[in-house]
């Protein structure tokens, strides 16, 4: 991919600072040498997510390009982009189930906080049921673990008796992020929360998110939900052929752009003629 | 928010992965309707043969070539794909942000797969045993010279290597599980091995015996080299003592260095660490 041809990959220096009342404590840039820089709250606390120089490449297609990126604890992070653009494969990384073959990932201060993560298509051991696939997850954590508690911020208690296979996509996404949120992680790595939920249960999602980064959980997540993502985000990064073409909260990223919204504001941002299939 | 650090109790998450195993196993219909076909057919074979009319030594030499066959079939099915559908589902990935060892993660798939393997192939010998004195004539006829070298615990020690030869065809199949990306690459390694340790190296031994690249004093411990060979010699040479091929230390090694190296392959393979 050439490096900063399209209007697109201009736009990755369109990197705002974080407001002062945001959480915010990094920005994000496609270029080495413009490395995270510290907002106006960093001092107050270190990054619970901090990528640094992530590239990565599956044979000869490059599907990350030396992107850096930090979430600050209690701040909402989305991730947003085409089809096709690195977003699941730059949340692997972050949670650090896969490797990128350059760059690093550090959760939490010394890199030893447990992140929960949902994956973008979550599967689970059939023939279970919802309340005994998080028991089962519960073991894996010190605290005592109240899973008919999880069961009922998710939205599932009327359905902790059903078998996995017998949920609703929209439903297994939820016990997806139930199970992330098992052992109340410091830091949440979302891939596409909302995809195949209906429209209350989207905004009952971001509430959750919301009710989350209130008490101080650091939170990236993918989704195509621009309207949720816009009213509930701290900072939007806008990924586009492996790098970050933008880095703001919301708000200045749709007057950036001359926008009415942020869904107006991604179309100017980004192409969207053709998928990568990352 | 929890502050505790990165847990290391690698017993506690064998365990509760174990206890999913063996609840996984008794769900699946298919595994369970194999180990009803297992069990009948050792029942079937005790009923049928003339050896269980003779003793335990003679039902034991009826039951090698079924339990030969059938084990490793029924290992295979239980354990073939248990790392695979976990990484297919994602599972895999969820779990290591718990952190879960490999050698946790491992180590619970083929305790919880093995419990149950072990459960349906010496419960299965159990019963054939218990037969023995039912079916056997009240006046034995032509074994009363043969009597005293009859016992059940010749049929307790067979029952035993054949647990251990479960284990070993399991731990196989687990490290197939793992090295395999896709359900197809799963089966055809199952196969493969399969018809390897079943004909593959009994015929390798023969083919270099035949074309003199061996000699006559290493069949034996080319034999041993498969899981099939290292139990058919410690039946014969430990079970029974009719007189191995192989001495039982070289054959019991065999087995173990299955097991070990199995479960090496299958901890290696089952996931790359980041960091």
């Known amino acids: 991919m050439p490096d900063g041809e399209t209007p697109a990959n201009e736009a990755t220096e369109t990197v705002a600072t974080a407001q002062p ?16 820089t510290p907002g106006p709250d960093s001092s107050a606390s270190h990054p619970a997510i901090e ?19 930090s979430v600050a604890p209690g701040e ?82 009327g359905a902790a008796n059903r078998r996995v296979e017998a949920l609703s996509g929209g439903m297994t996404r939820l016990l997806g992020l139930g199970r992330a949120l098992v052992g109340d992680p410091d830091a949440l790595v979302l891939d596409e929360p909302a995809s195949g939920l209906d429209p209350g249960m989207v905004e009952r ?27 509930t985000a701290d900072r939007v990064v806008v990924l586009d052929d492996g790098r970050f073409v933008a880095d703001a909260p919301p708000r200045e990223i749709v007057e950036s752009a001359g926008a009415a919204d942020l869904q107006t504001a991604f179309g100017t941002l980004v192409s969207t003629d053709g998928v990568d299939g990352r | 928010m929890s502050d505790a650090p990165p847990r290391t109790n690698d017993r506690q998450d064998l365990v509760a992965i174990a206890t999913r195993e063996l609840r996984t196993v008794v769900r699946t219909p298919a595994v369970v309707a194999l180990s009803v076909v297992f069990g009948l057919t050792v029942v079937a ?38 790392v695979l ?31 149950a393997l072990v459960t349906v192939v010496f419960g299965s010998l159990l019963v054939a045993a218990a037969m023995v004195p039912v079916l056997s004539p009240d006046k034995p006829t032509f074994l009363a010279l043969n009597e005293a070298a009859d016992s059940p615990v010749a049929f ?44 593959g190296v009994d015929a390798a031994a023969v ?33 029974v003592e009719t007189g191995g091929a192989v001495s039982p230390l070289t054959a019991l090694l065999g087995l173990g260095g299955w097991v070990v190296g199995a479960l090496a392959v299958a901890v290696v393979t089952a996931w790359r660490p980041v960091e």
Do not use: M, W
């Open chain 1, 21 to 36: 009342n945001d959480p915010a404590t990094a920005t994000t840039t496609g270029a080495p040498e413009a490395n995270p």
């Open chain 1, 51 to 69: 990528a640094t120089g992530l590239s990565h490449a599956f044979g000869d297609v490059r599907v990350l390009e030396d992107v850096s990126l």
């Open chain 1, 76 to 157: 909402i992070v989305a991730l947003v982009g085409p089809n096709g653009s690195g977003k699941s494969t730059l949340l692997r990384f972050l949670a650090k189930v896969r490797a990128p073959d350059e760059g690093t990932v550090t959760i939490g201060e010394a890199g030893e906080t447990r992140v929960g993560y949902l994956p973008q298509q979550p599967g689970f051991r059939s023939g279970f049921s919802a309340e005994d696939t998080l028991q089962f997850y519960a073991q894996f954590v010190d605290d005592e673990i109240d899973v008919p508690d999880i069961l009922d911020r998710v939205g599932l208690s």
């Open chain 1, 205 to 231: 999602l971001f509430g959750i998110v919301s009710d989350l980064a209130a008490d101080g959980t650091a939170i990236i997540l993918s989704s195509h939900n621009l309207g949720p993502v816009e009213r």
């Open chain 2, 45 to 82: 074979v005790t009923a049928a043969g003339s050896g269980s009319r003779g003793g335990y030594v003679p039902l034991v030499l009826d039951l090698v070539p079924f339990v030969e066959a059938l084990v490793p079939l029924l290992a295979f099915a239980l354990c073939y794909r248990a």
């Open chain 2, 85 to 115: 559908s976990d990484r297919q589902a994602g599972e895999l990935d969820v779990l290591r942000t718990f952190d879960v060892s490999r050698p946790a993660y491992v180590g619970g798939v083929f305790l919880g797969r093995s419990l």
């Open chain 2, 156 to 199: 307790v020690r067979f029952a035993v290597l054949a647990v251990l030869f479960a284990l070993a065809t399991a731990a196989v199949a687990l490290a197939i599980s793992a090295a395999a990306r896709t359900a197809r690459q799963a089966l055809a390694l199952a196969i493969g091995l399969l018809v390897a340790f079943l004909v």
């Open chain 2, 207 to 239: 083919a270099a015996l035949a074309s003199g690249t061996v000699g006559i004093d290493a069949v034996p411990y080319i034999l041993a080299v498969s899981p099939n060979g290292a139990f058919r010699s410690l039946v014969f040479g430990v079970a």
